[in-house]
């Protein structure tokens, strides 16, 4: 079996190593946080992953997986880093891929001929080509030497193990040598479908899924807004209108959050900004619509005051980005809770999912229900879905009912 490098620990990066660990596959996993490697090594992980623990410490067991903090020479390498963005002074933000010509950089000491790179870190257009042309400047090796490929990874954290192996995948090397050896490493752990393609098509279908979802949940954010001018429930006017054969309304919420929908958009928008008009307004209705809730929350306690001549409690409940999962990263929540915060409204919090947030305290959200003055309910938590929304004090901003 090939050996596998694997840069990157994190939330992809961790249990793909497992799985080609679980596989048979020797895997060396890297990081550059010294603090990740040595935890990762005593079996214990810094990300909340069902299974992962157990799986981590059944292949750090059997030697077919090890952590460490600077890459060794492999047969395949694959890089899983973070691709953040840097806002930019036009409105829109621009990818940073930094950290991916680092990892690159890192490995072009160990590279030998015959060596695959896949990259899965989410990345604009060009890049698998861009990081063969950096290899090749430093090392000589052509795209015929050293395979390059570019397989977008598409799992649903909280569901990552089964998703890694059961989902279909798409997968697009440089040269089709390269697409051909990346499917056959691929179908020694994945059950679903594998598609070939070229790297730029692979690196586009990427985007292209979450800029298409992200336009969805744009449609249904402003359809929500001038639900409310008009004093409509957007519940039910999305209801029936689905009832329509080939219409499919999705969800209004606080916003768009999270690691790939509220940033994926930009790495198209800020590559293509003359001829991306729809990916780049999608994006503002998302960001708006969070803005819109925080201005709502603020009406509705200017109002409590009116009448009550003191300001009100405000119970929040929900703070990650979406339902039932413990991350906070782009959470649309998380900012209304500190744009309130920052306006010195006193808040009482609720998020079954954390155990604490900084320093804020976390509350049971019946507490929170029975405490506060005005209840928002911002996040679709299983454990909200009992909550009466009769009760007048109580505000549904994602349709939980
Ligand atoms: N998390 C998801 O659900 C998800 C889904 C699909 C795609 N992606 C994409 O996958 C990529 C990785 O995302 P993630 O969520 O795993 O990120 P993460 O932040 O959880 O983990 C990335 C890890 O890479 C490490 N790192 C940074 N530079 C490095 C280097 N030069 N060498 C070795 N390690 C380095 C960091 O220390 C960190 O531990 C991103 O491009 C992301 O957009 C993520």
């Given amino acids: 079996m090939p050996k596998i490098c694997v840069l990157g620990l ?67 390498f694959i890089i899983a880093v973070p691709t953040p963005y840097i806002v930019g002074e036009n409105g829109i933000f621009n990818p940073d891929t930094s950290m991916i010509f680092q990892a690159i950089e890192s490995i072009s000491k160990v590279i030998k001929k015959d060596n695959l790179i896949i990259l899965e870190s989410t990345s604009p257009i060009g890049t698998t080509e861009n990081i063969y042309k950096f290899i090749q400047k430093k090392t000589g090796f052509t795209s015929e030497e050293v395979k390059f490929a570019y397989c977008p990874e598409r799992v649903l954290p909280g569901n990552i193990f089964n998703e890694l192996v059961h989902n279909d995948r798409v997968i697009g090397g440089l040269t089709s040598d390269a697409t051909n050896q990346a499917i056959n490493i691929y179908e020694q752990i994945c059950s679903g479908n594998l598609y070939a393609t ?21 449609f249904a954010n402003e359809i929500s807004i001038i639900c ?20 499919n309304i999705l969800n209004p919420g606080c916003g768009v959050g999270g690691h790939c929908i509220a940033i994926d958009p930009w790495f198209i928008a800020s590559q293509f900004p003359d001829i991306t008009p729809l990916i780049q307004q999608a994006r503002r209705v998302n960001l708006k619509k969070t803005t819109w809730t925080i201005n709502k929350i603020k009406k509705i306690a200017a109002s409590f005051y009116n009448n009550n001549g003191r300001l009100p409690l405000l119970g929040c409940l929900g703070l990650t980005f979406k339902p039932n999962i413990d991350d906070i990263r782009e959470s649309p929540a998380l900012k209304i809770i500190h744009e ?20 804020v305290k976390l509350h049971h959200y019946k507490e929170v229900i029975q405490k506060s003055d005005l209840v928002f309910i911002l996040v679709a938590h299983k454990e909200f879905k009992s909550i009466k929304s009769d009760n007048e004090k109580i505000y549904d901003f994602c349709g939980i009912s």
């Fill in 10 to 76: 994190g939330y992809i990066g961790l249990p793909t190593s497992v799985v080609f660990a679980r596989h048979g596959f020797k895997v060396i996993g890297v990081d550059i946080n010294p603090i990740i490697v040595k935890k990762i090594n005593t079996g214990e992980t810094h990300i909340v992953e069902p299974n992962l623990n157990e799986q981590l410490k059944s292949v750090l067991k059997n030697k077919s997986f090890v952590a460490r903090t600077s890459p060794i020479e492999a047969d395949i």
């Fill in 340 to 359: 309130l915060i920052k306006d010195d409204f006193k808040l009482m919090i609720s998020e079954p999912n954390l155990l604490r947030y900084k320093g």
């Fill in 198 to 218: 070229n790297a730029k098509t692979a690196e586009m279908v990427k985007l292209t899924e979450n800029s298409f979802r992200d336009i969805n949940i744009a």
């Fill in 228 to 247: 409310d001018e008009i004093n409509i429930d957007v519940n039910e006017l999305i209801k029936l209108s689905n009832y329509h054969p080939r219409v």
